[in-house]
């Protein structure tokens, strides 16, 4: 695949533009190993021309309140993005190594098919609600309770799911009636830059409602964002490390801080499930993307009476899993996105065998893979509970089976984490399956293979995993603030 129409400019102010002093960057593809490219990066004075240029589009145009143009830009955006889906495509292959089937699925396509949707919402929306005639303190009053974006919102974003994540920002957000400043994560940037040059090309969005940032070091602009008090909103999705920081800088200001972060996921099977149904899910499940999903159940709880078939099964599965080149259709998984993510979950490995987990599948980097940064589909039993690769995100195709006596006991496992991201849970009666599904304390779960992802599901989680849903009615609802405006009756 050639890498034709890459656009690594910033959109700042409606203009593709250089960083300032032009100041550069290489973006490596993880596969290969080889600079695909370079990337903008952004300093700290683009990032205030950027602030500036988003507060003045809020402040100083029509856009918070014309639905039809925002209607309009956001479908134009859409059918840019349909009619380049094949110059796209390449492009994220090779800065997220994101294998070529999930481009056609939740990676790209899928995404963009679901802006459709994003817009509908807000088209339908209601808007404004009246309230019934009220007196207070002798005052008889109607009221009118009127939905309004919050202002200016800095969208940040992770390398995972760069695309699907920098859409399902800035179409709510947009659509809301708010200006944004995107910030991407430095190791995806052309998923950010190549939606502004369609912008810059194909829309009439007002210059300034929507700008571009990527840049090298991400705490730098990042920071500038988060603490600017003329930014009304961070809208984050990252590490659970990371959400926290920037939720103490937003506390400053007061900003509405709406955070996406990270999941330690548990697949509870109970002993009345089919196996051969269950657990070749589980296997796809953390290897699809390398594991490198918030979402992805990476704990998978079996019960003791049927343990050793449990293991041996899962074995099975991890070991007939096609990965490598992200480029062949084949494969389900390519590698992670860089050396130190590849070196952070090798750590973890080591740490699960010092730990005193049993390795039962791989551990290692593949022999036969030379270059990329490619990690073994791994699978570890007789994991405890409370042990750092049961307890930690890792991030990797790494599976931790942990062994538990009844459904109160499973229960307790899956919601022993700091994290209350997603889950799954299989069953030969869907009654029990569901009974349990509602005991677990996470966003989103799965029953018997059920999918949950789409377009109008909310999405995000409880504890630690996160403040708030992305997607869905809820998702959209996460950009409006509410007034009430009251007069005599
Ligand atoms: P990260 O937290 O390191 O980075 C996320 C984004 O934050 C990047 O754009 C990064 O440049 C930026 N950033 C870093 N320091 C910053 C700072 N000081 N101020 C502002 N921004 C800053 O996360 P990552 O490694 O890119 O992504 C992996 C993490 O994302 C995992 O923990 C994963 O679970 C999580 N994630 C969560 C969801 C979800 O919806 N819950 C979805 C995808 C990924």
Same mark, same amino acid.
């Given at each position: 695949m050639s890498l034709?129409?890459?656009?690594?400019?910033?959109l700042?102010?409606?203009?593709?533009?250089?960083?300032?002093g032009?100041r550069?960057y290489?973006?490596?593809?993880?596969a290969?190993?080889?600079v695909a490219?370079?990337?903008?990066d952004?300093s700290?004075e683009?990032a205030d021309?950027?602030i500036?240029a988003a507060?003045r589009a809020?402040?100083?145009?029509?856009w918070?309140r014309?639905?039809?143009?925002?209607?309009?830009?956001?479908q134009?955006?859409h059918e840019a993005?349909?009619?380049?889906?094949?110059?796209?495509?390449p492009?994220?292959?090779?800065e997220?190594?994101?294998?070529?089937g999930?481009?056609?699925a939740v990676?790209q396509?899928?995404?963009?098919?679901?802006?459709?949707w994003?817009?509908?919402?807000?088209?339908?929306?209601a808007w404004?609600?009246?309230l019934p005639e009220?007196?207070?303190?002798?005052?008889k009053?109607?009221?009118v309770?009127?939905h309004?974006p919050?202002g200016v919102v800095?969208?940040?974003?992770?390398?995972?799911?760069?695309?699907m994540?920098?859409?399902?920002k800035?179409?709510?957000?947009?659509?809301?009636?708010?200006t944004?400043?995107l910030k991407?994560?430095?190791?995806t940037?052309w998923?950010a830059?190549f939606i502004?040059k369609?912008v810059?090309?194909n %829309?009439?969005?007002p210059?300034?409602a929507?700008?571009?940032?990527?840049?090298f070091h991400?705490a730098?602009v990042?920071d500038?964002?988060?603490g600017?008090?003329?930014?009304?909103?961070?809208?984050f999705?990252?590490?659970?490390?990371?959400?926290k920081?920037i939720?103490?800088?937003g506390?400053d200001n007061v900003?509405?801080?709406?955070l996406?972060?990270?999941g330690?996921?548990?697949h509870? @099977?109970l002993?009345d499930?089919d196996?051969?149904?269950a657990?070749?899910g589980?296997a796809i499940? @953390?290897?699809?993307?390398a594991?490198?999903?918030?979402?992805?159940?990476?704990r998978?709880l079996?019960?003791?009476?049927?343990?050793?078939?449990?293991i041996?099964q899962?074995a099975?599965n991890m070991?007939?899993m096609?990965?490598g080149?992200?480029?062949n259709?084949e494969n389900?998984m390519?590698?992670?996105?860089?050396?130190k993510?590849r070196?952070?979950v090798?750590?973890?490995?080591e740490k699960?065998k010092?730990?005193g987990?049993?390795?039962v599948?791989?551990?290692g980097?593949?022999?036969?893979?030379e270059?990329?940064?490619f990690v073994?589909?791994?699978l570890?039993?007789?994991v405890d509970?409370d042990?750092t690769?049961?307890?930690?995100?890792?991030?990797?195709?790494?599976?931790?089976?942990?062994p538990?006596?009844?459904e109160?006991?499973?229960?307790?496992?899956?919601?022993?984490?700091?994290?209350?991201l997603?889950?799954?849970v299989s069953?030969?009666?869907?009654d029990r399956?569901m009974?349990v599904?509602?005991?677990i304390?996470?966003g989103?779960?799965?029953?018997?293979g059920?999918m949950?992802f789409a377009?109008d599901?909310p999405f995000?989680g409880?504890?630690?995993?996160? %403040?708030g849903?992305?997607?869905?009615l809820e998702?959209?609802?996460?950009?409006?603030?509410t007034?009430t405006?009251?007069?005599p009756?």
């Amino acid at each position: 695949m050639s890498l034709e129409g890459v656009e690594s400019r910033l959109l700042i102010d409606g203009e593709l533009t250089e960083a300032s002093g032009s100041r550069v960057y290489d973006n490596i593809n993880p596969a290969t190993e080889e600079v695909a490219g370079e990337a903008a990066d952004a300093s700290l004075e683009d990032a205030d021309r950027a602030i500036a240029a988003a507060r003045r589009a809020f402040d100083e145009t029509g856009w918070s309140r014309d639905l039809d143009l925002r209607k309009k830009c956001l479908q134009q955006l859409h059918e840019a993005l349909v009619a380049n889906r094949e110059v796209l495509r390449p492009q994220i292959i090779a800065e997220v190594g994101a294998p070529l089937g999930l481009t056609y699925a939740v990676q790209q396509d899928t995404c963009i098919d679901d802006m459709l949707w994003d817009i509908g919402v807000a088209v339908d929306f209601a808007w404004e609600r009246d309230l019934p005639e009220n007196e207070f303190f002798g005052i008889k009053s109607r009221r009118v309770v009127v939905h309004e974006p919050v202002g200016v919102v800095a969208a940040i974003t992770p390398w995972n799911f760069p695309f699907m994540l920098n859409l399902a920002k800035i179409v709510p957000a947009l659509m809301a009636g708010n200006t944004v400043v995107l910030k991407a994560a430095p190791d995806t940037p052309w998923s950010a830059t190549f939606i502004g040059k369609l912008v810059a090309e194909n %829309t009439d969005l007002p210059a300034g409602a929507l700008n571009i940032l990527t840049a090298f070091h991400p705490a730098e602009v990042g920071d500038a964002l988060t603490g600017d008090p003329r930014v009304d909103m961070v809208s984050f999705t990252g590490s659970t490390a990371v959400g926290k920081h920037i939720a103490k800088r937003g506390a400053d200001n007061v900003k509405k801080v709406f955070l996406e972060l990270g999941g330690k996921s548990a697949h509870i @099977v109970l002993d009345d499930a089919d196996f051969a149904a269950a657990l070749p899910g589980a296997a796809i499940g @953390v290897c699809t993307h390398a594991g490198q999903g918030c979402a992805i159940p990476t704990r998978l709880l079996l019960p003791r009476s049927r343990y050793d078939e449990g293991i041996e099964q899962m074995a099975e599965n991890m070991r007939g899993m096609k990965y490598g080149d992200p480029t062949n259709v084949e494969n389900l998984m390519g590698p992670l996105i860089s050396a130190k993510q590849r070196d952070r979950v090798l750590a973890y490995i080591e740490k699960g065998k010092a730990e005193g987990a049993r390795l039962v599948v791989g551990g290692g980097r593949p022999a036969h893979l030379e270059k990329g940064f490619f990690v073994e589909p791994t699978l570890f039993a007789d994991v405890d509970p409370d042990s750092t690769i049961a307890q930690e995100e890792i991030f990797g195709p790494v599976l931790s089976v942990i062994p538990y006596d009844d459904e109160d006991d499973a229960v307790r496992i899956a919601n022993h984490s700091r994290y209350g991201l997603s889950g799954a849970v299989s069953s030969g009666s869907l009654d029990r399956a569901m009974a349990v599904a509602r005991r677990i304390r996470t966003g989103t779960l799965s029953v018997n293979g059920g999918m949950w992802f789409a377009a109008d599901t909310p999405f995000g989680g409880y504890k630690e995993s996160g %403040t708030g849903r992305e997607h869905g009615l809820e998702g959209f609802v996460e950009y409006l603030e509410t007034k009430t405006i009251a007069y005599p009756a």
